[in-house]
RNA sequence: GCCUGGAUGGCGGAAUUGGUAGACGCGCCGGACUCAAAAUCCGGUUCCUUCGGGAGUGAGGGUUCGACCCCCUCUCCAGGUACCA
């Protein structure tokens, strides 16, 4: 099996080696194995044009060697991979070169899945998915059917954001500052039909479900941040001269006292209403303005509010006060209710408004901090405190008068306690033609009414209590599920995936599809180009032309590991109690608020429905932090060519930016100057690697340079996995030199064994008890993921080997085993050679034995008021007198303390005796 | 603004419970081998030093016999988020 090679000829030992991996499945994954399961998951890559990223080599990598290693340990362990294979960029450059997208993503998948094999990952290939493929795409429908039958998904006409440049609409975390995040084309509001998911309603369940999940803090607070839950209180305040009532949010009811003045939003339902005649001018003009205005205005570093008085006066229910009514644009009309209660003298928004506007400022709630040091309470005070000028709350703290007032509103109906989430739900659909199709069928009121009736449709099954329709042109349209029996819903073949312009996907203009003839026994459907075939089973309907994002089939995909060719269930109920979810879940932090946020979603949805056996998808979870591009020195000049220090730089300049060498900078004091003018300082920093800035590392370059266990080496070398590092491509020679090192030292010129390899135990005690110090140290490192420290011990261990005079071929196989998870073309090459049979992979994990770590003598540290004076060996058994005694009688020690007296002496057993001396 | 992380030699990083700061590696310097170079091997490499020592983990303070580690204040960097009432 081995190579016939007498040097570390890395290239053909990987290529033999990969080979024998996929030939004998030796990561094989087996379903009910009788060895408890672990399942390892690294988010799966989109199979870009691009090929595969040093990103992906360094997220993939880490995953492996835990795999490697568990599977070492006696677990039946599954690490799968696959592919996202819907998106933008693949229909864009469909768009561009006239190739079908699912030849452009089946090409990037090719090439993916070659570079991903010469990495050497321990991937059980057989089941390898693909988003794209109908056999997976009819699971994606299945669930969103079930989400539509349970009324988590609806239609509506609303605003969104339409990317001119794009032809498409894009989802709100698509757009970063008013710009498309691919790209950075400038977008505007359009108002189109969208299927939107109710992930609102999941909100309580998807901060509940936090309590049990293994993740990083920071991950958790930025999803619970995120859906922004927040309590207070709904409040009536009467109109005058209007039967109508204005229904409020806060959170703060126990400043009820200090409202001077209520706030509409824009687009509030009751804005129009309560314009009076005077005002209508002022307040149409206003609203035409702020309707304009896009979000990218709206969030403009200049936050000047803006707003106008509607002519109206609202009544306070607490204490009958009349306020005045204003339009303004910074109360939002997806928050709340749409309408605010102004509280100037304890909100900085609305303090702010309040100045401009003249409005008066009441001081409500007092700042006990401030009141203690005799100060005044300064407004706006957002804080809690002593509530004040209140009535009959007056003296009661922000707390107690909150739960008060809320409890004499409730009993009055005026009011009641209220939550409330930032979350919005989820706009679901693009106009796209590279996506899931909708398993939908437009059709008319008196049709979908006869399906309804018909209890033995298999319409039936995913029939929502309520329909889901929209209006056009004044028909109602009603939604009818596609039958579990006609998924897939393909796409069609098309000519063009240019969009049609209207906002509408490239599927609108295919009248084939898009026009049917439906069978309401059967589910069957026929082109309306057809005649309409006999009988009144047949009914005319319209496809849904709007695809599903690129989140949905990530949302589900680590379920369809476990199963990955069933045809006939998403996933085996048997099968989903062995596999389960991930024990493990590894990728970028970037998806806490996306993808994990609606994976969890849907995956609730599913347990609810029976499908998963697991409340959450992801109990434990990692992030892998970004490689950076190599540091780079930038040096600035002003328009006239003088040298500019990089410090006192001034937002404004306009500069030119030149890159220097490593040789033409020097470090002085914490900045970077330039050697041939210290005066001027440098800018000195990493960037994220990107195409434009020419700093992407290649994988596939450094396998070839040095080979495939040197790269997954270094990558781990480089620091720890969640850590952003930087990118130092002469580094590599260090791991490079140590499996060349580690070569030479098992394997002879003339390719036999080294003959300082010894038969039988291993009889160099130093030699044993580094080895079994190795075992311990690696086995912790890999278990909490420090994989840099794992390289190091192993060259420490290494190291030792080289320089003495022998040891047994038992600890150099011991040697291999540590070694195999993070470089195992080399580990089963050396193992062969070793006389190991069959491949290392198979082995148990050494395990290290405690009675080998104790040593006769310890070392201890001997201080002098905390300051190091030198060190002693001593006997285990030493007692404390002997330890002082023998101290007190060295020349560094007696050298300090000669002219003090000593005060007491601290004494940590095997560790440290520090004098307190003075 | 708010919420998270983070800051240790020229560089990446190590120090697992408060106990020798700088493991391991890169780079650099010196040496061996070589006609020479590469590769390899050996030694050195935080700073200052009168060679006794002294200083030192972003800055300043505190707790402690002892602090990279705990507490307070501040600076800078990175990420997230932003009129959410």
């Known amino acids: 099996m081995s190579v016939d090679s007498k040097d570390y000829n890395f290239g053909d030992i990987e290529a033999n080696w990969q080979k024998f991996w996929d030939e004998n499945k030796t990561f094989q994954a087996e379903d009910y194995s009788e060895k408890p399961k672990y ?37 039946n362990t599954l690490q799968p991979m696959g592919w996202d294979a819907f998106g933008l960029p693949t229909e864009q450059y469909a768009i561009k070169t006239g190739t079908h997208p699912r030849l452009v993503t089946e090409r990037n998948i090719e090439t993916f899945r070659d570079q991903l094999k010469k990495v050497g990952f321990a991937i059980d290939w057989d089941r390898e998915i693909n988003t794209t493929d109908p056999g997976y795409m009819k699971w994606t429908q299945w669930i969103f059917l079930h989400l539509f039958k349970r009324g988590l998904a609806y239609v509506s006409d609303q605003p969104v954001w339409w990317c001119p440049e794009l032809g498409t609409v894009l989802a709100n975390e698509e757009v970063i500052d008013g710009l498309s995040e691919r790209g950075n084309h400038p977008v505007e509001r359009r108002k189109l039909r969208q299927w939107v998911l109710k992930i609102t309603g999941y909100a309580e369940r998807l901060l509940e479900g936090h309590k049990d999940l293994q993740w990083p803090d920071s991950s958790i607070r930025l999803q619970k941040n995120w859906i922004g839950r927040s309590t207070g209180a709904e409040v009536e305040f009467s109109l005058e001269g209007h039967k109508e009532s204005l229904r409020i949010y806060t959170t703060r009811p126990d400043t009820l006292f200090g409202v001077t003045y209520m706030v509409l939003s824009p687009e509030h339902p009751l804005a129009d209403q309560l314009t009076t005649e005077e005002q209508k001018v002022v307040v149409e003009a206003y609203k035409v303005e702020a309707a304009k205005k896009s979000d990218l205005e709206r969030t403009e570093l200049a936050k000047e509010k803006t707003g106008v008085f509607t002519g109206s006066f609202a009544i306070n229910p607490v204490n009958n006060e009349k306020v005045s009514i204003w339009v303004a644009d910074y109360v939002l009309m997806s928050y709340g209710t749409g309408a605010i209660m102004a509280v100037p003298g304890h909100d900085e928004r609305d303090y702010e408004f309040a100045k401009d506007m003249k409005l008066p400022i009441v001081k409500v709630i007092e700042d006990k901090v401030a009141q203690s040091k005799g100060e005044e309470t300064q407004l706006p005070y957002p804080g809690k405190g002593t509530m004040v ?64 009736g018909n209890a033995d449709s298999p319409f039936q099954e ?341 320089k003495v005079e022998s040891y047994s071929k038992k600890t150099a196989r011991i040697f291999l085993q540590l070694l195999n998870p993070l470089a195992p073309h080399i580990a089963e090459e050396l193992w062969n050679r070793l006389g190991g049979k069959d491949s290392i992979s198979k082995t148990t994990w050494p395990e290290f034995d405690a009675s080998k770590l104790v040593a006769d003598e310890v070392k201890i540290v001997l201080q002098v008021n905390g300051k190091h004076r030198g060190e002693l060996m001593v006997s285990v058994k030493a007692n404390r007198e002997e330890v002082e005694k023998t101290a007190l009688k060295q020349e560094r020690v007696q050298n300090s303390i000669h002219d003090k007296t000593i005060r007491k002496m601290i004494y940590v057993p095997g560790k440290i005796l520090n004098i307190v001396a003075n």
């Open 39 to 75: 399942y390892i998951l690294s988010m799966y890559p989109y199979p870009s044009g691009e090929g595969l990223h040093i990103g992906h080599a360094i997220n993939y990598t880490a995953p492996d060697i835990l795999a490697r290693y568990k599977k070492a340990q006696g677990f």
């Open 389 to 452: 000028n209140s009535g009959e709350y007056s003296d009661l703290e922000s707390d107690a008068g909150k739960t008060k007032i809320i409890e004499d509103l409730e009993s009055k109906q005026l009011g009641e306690a209220s939550v409330q989430y930032k979350l919005r739900d989820w706009l679901f659909s693009r106009q796209r033609y590279w996506g899931e199709p909708f398993p939908v069928t437009w059709v008319s009121q008196e049709d979908y009414e006869r399906v309804v």
């Open 462 to 802: 995913f029939l929502p209590e309520e329909a889901v329709t929209f209006e056009a042109e004044g028909k109602l349209h009603f939604a009818l599920p596609v039958p579990k029996n006609q998924l897939p819903l393909e796409l069609p073949d098309v000519e063009s995936y240019q969009p049609i312009g209207t906002g509408e996907s490239p599927l609108a203009g295919v009248s084939d599809w898009l026009e049917i003839w439906l069978n309401t026994e059967t589910g069957d459907s026929l082109p309306q180009s057809a005649p309409k075939p006999d009988g009144d089973n047949w009914i005319p309907g319209t496809r849904e032309t709007n695809t599903m994002p690129q989140w949905a089939g990530s949302c589900w995909y680590y379920l369809r590991y476990c199963d990955s060719d069933n045809t006939e269930a998403l996933i085996d109920p048997k099968l989903d109690q062995y596999w389960g979810v991930p024990d493990f879940y590894i990728g970028g932090a970037e998806h806490v608020n996306l993808h994990l946020l609606y994976a969890r979603f849907w995956h609730q949805v599913l347990f609810d429905a029976g499908v998963s056996s697991c409340p959450e998808p992801f109990p434990k979870l990692v992030h892998q932090g970004m490689i950076l591009g190599e540091m780079e020195y930038t040096l600035f000049e002003d328009a006239d060519g003088n040298l500019v220090s990089a410090n006192s730089m001034e937002d404004g300049d306009e500069l030119n930016k030149r890159s220097l060498e490593e040789s033409e900078v020097e470090k002085s004091g914490s900045d970077w100057v330039l050697k041939s003018n210290p005066s001027i300082k440098v800018d000195a920093r990493s960037h994220k690697m990107s195409k434009s800035r020419g700093n992407v590392v290649n994988p596939d370059q450094l396998i070839k340079s040095y080979g495939a266990d040197s790269t997954r080496l270094f990558l781990m070398f480089l620091g720890p996995i969640e850590d952003m590092k930087p990118w130092n491509t002469q580094g590599i020679e260090g791991v490079s030199r140590f499996l060349r090192r580690l070569w030479k030292e098992i394997v002879t010129e003339d390719r036999s064994i080294n003959p300082k390899l010894t038969d039988g135990e291993e009889s160099n005690q130093e030699v044993d008890k580094l080895l079994h110090e190795s075992i311990k140290k690696i086995t912790e490192d890999i278990e909490r993921l420090n994989f840099n420290t794992v390289v190091s011990q192993l060259m420490i261990l290494l190291n030792h080997l080289v």
